[in-house]
């Protein structure tokens, strides 16, 4: 159980491999798969690399919210073939965004 679950997240990233490469977490079981954007690029650079990676893994749960120093955390969320897809950035603070 734990390899076929394995094998869907794998196969959920080798449907993208034109995406900007981020940090990707396998769960023990392959039932969760959790992507971070890396937040030591400028501001409107992570937010499109997170956006790319959203779009294309079509997750609808999404939510953003201010943390303290005006930095932003971004998550998403949403279950592909039984695996539970997360993706999370930290949108550092200094660079003024549209909203």
């Known amino acids: ?13 080798d449907a993208h491999p034109g995406l900007a490469a981020i940090a990707w977490t396998v769960g023990p079981a392959g039932c969760v798969l959790a992507g971070r954007v890396n937040g030591l690029a400028p501001a409107g650079q992570v937010r499109d690399v997170f956006d790319a990676w959203r779009a294309a893994l079509a997750l609808a749960e999404y939510r953003e919210h201010r943390l303290g120093g005006g930095v932003t955390g971004l998550h998403a969320a949403a279950r592909r073939d039984l695996v539970r897809v997360r993706l999370t950035a930290t949108v550092p603070a200094g660079v003024q965004e549209d909203q």
Request: proline fraction near 0%; glycine fraction near 16%.
């Open 1 to 13: 159980m734990a390899a076929a679950g394995r094998r869907r997240a794998g196969a959920i990233l």
